[in-house]
Every structure is written in C-alpha cells, then in structure tokens.
C-alpha cells in the first residue's frame, strides 16, 4: 500500500489548561485533495500550524512523507508549499519581488508558469505590497504557491478576502493539480469549494475529527430532501423511522415535503408507490447538510483557531 503523504494520529495540543486539539486523526494520500471543514474556532488552524512544524504537539504523532514534523520540519517545507489565511508581506518590496522571494526560498526561479498566473490573478505586481488589500496579498502567496512545483499544497482557508471569480480561478488551479497528481490538503469553511473540489473530507469539531470519507460515503449517511404528490392519502409516511421532518402542502391535496436517510430511500418510495405516485422530486443532501446535521446539536465550536 501506498505511503500517506499527511499522516495524523491522535493529535492532541494543549494551550495552558486550554486543549485545543483533543483527537485528531486522519491522512491524505498521494494525488489526493483533501478538504479540513470546520467552523472557525475548531481547530483547523492549529492543526496546520502543528503540521508545519510552528507549534509542537502535546500528543499524538503527525509525520509528512514520512517525516516526524517538528524534527524535520526543515526538510519537509522543502517540498510543500503553503497558503495561510492571512497573508503578510514586506511592505518595502513590490508585489512582483514578494513572488520572487517566496519562489526563491523554495529553490524555484520566476518562469513562464508565474507570468500566466500573475495575468491570471490580475495582480499588479508593480505596486508596493503596504498599498495591496487583503486581497491582493492573498494573491500574491497563491501565484508564488502555484508557481511552485511542490509535492504537497496546504491551503488553509486560502480564499479569504477574494471575490467570487478569483475563487473560481483558485478552484481550476487546485483542480489542475489534482489532475497533475498533486496531494492538497484544504481547509476551509466555505462548503461550496470543498464539494467541488475534494476527493475527501474531514470533519472537526471541538478538537475532535468526528467524520472523515469521501463526500459519497457520507451521503448515504446522510438525508435525501423529498417532494411528492400521490393519488392517495399517504400521511402515514411520516410515521416511518427513516422520514424526518414531514409538512404536508395547504394549497395541494396529497403533497408533502420531508428529509429520509439515504440508505432507506428505497423502502420510502415502495412506501409511496402503494398509494401511486403523480410527481416526485428528490434532492440529493449537499455538503451543507451533512456538516449542519454534525453541528445541529449543542456547541459545536471549541476554543481552538
């Protein structure tokens, strides 16, 4: 079996009497893009920050190609290449000697491959980066990242401060190294992005990963949104176990709305085929669905960044 390029195992971090990381376990496999989701205050952040070598952990280990992460952490940043959240840059340099620094720290040189991206993002790379937004400095470490051929890409919650389009343009550049056979981890709370684009998902929550497998699997965890109309009276549905949430229609006879888990959908429809079926409209369970059903009960966020 292949090596994991990310591997956790009980990961544990603890500020003073604070334990922000409690029990973090997961891996990402070569060529695998793998989405971190969590609120903010999960603990998503300390678990990167823990990965690169910039806080030790309390317990549990976390190896990158195989190397512990805080005694290689050297030799294992020279094959990774890494977008916080926050982006800071020297004020004194310009947009365009910013990606070259960062390209230049990683042994890599300004190619063919950094002018597209720079055309790309639409970046002046001209002005100084202590007049850049948020935004543009948030470009600036994307188009240094995707310039670098690297082996693994952490992004932690990398689109913050962009509009939609660029999103859309970070998207397609995770998607090409997917396609290169590249391993990503991603964290990020935007759901959207993650659907899109992950092979896997990791759910944290309190410090803890409460779920990880790809978005299919859980999916049949999860609910399936129906709409039906019948020819018959078919309120009994809602005493089913596996219907959830029914509400019958005021303004039509026989309808209704209500949520069944996946993996009982068949028995539901036989159900509603007995009492003959004039309409029926499904609607597979999204990302947002499923992390909601993990967060709807009490206090999902910890004290963790």
Known sequence: MTEAVVSIKHLQKNFGKTQA??????????????????????????????????????????TIFGQDVWRDAVAIHRRIAYVPGDVYLWPNLSGGEAIDLFLKLNGQKHDA??????????????????????????????IAAFATDAELYIFDEPTSGLDPLMEELFQKQVLALKQAGKSVLLSSHILSEVERMCDRIG???????VETGSLADMRKLSRTNITVVTKQDAAAV???PAVHAYA???????????AVDSEQLGDVISFLSAKEILSLQ???????????????TEGGNGDAQ
Not at 26 to 31: A, C, L
Not at 203 to 209: Q, V
Request: glycine share 10%; hydrophobic share 35%; charged share 25%.
């Open 113 to 142: 491959r950094t002018d597209e991206l720079i055309k790309l993002f639409e970046l002046d790379v001209r002005k100084k980066c202590r007049t850049y937004s948020k935004g543009n400095r948030q470009k600036v470490a994307l």
């Open 282 to 296: 499904s609607t597979s369970p999204t990302l947002e669905d499923l992390f909601l059903r993990y967060y709807e």
């Open 21 to 62: 990381l409690k029990d973090i376990t997961f891996d990402v496999q070569p060529g695998e893009v793998f989405g971190f989701i969590g609120p903010n205050g999960a603990g998503k952040s300390t678990t990167i920050r823990t990965l690169l070598g910039i806080l030790r952990a309390t317990g549990g280990s976390a």
């Open 203 to 209: 759910i944290i929550r309190d410090g803890k990963i």
């Open 238 to 240: 809602a005493q089913l």
């Open 248 to 258: 019958p229609a005021s303004d039509v006879a026989n309808k209704a709305t209500f």
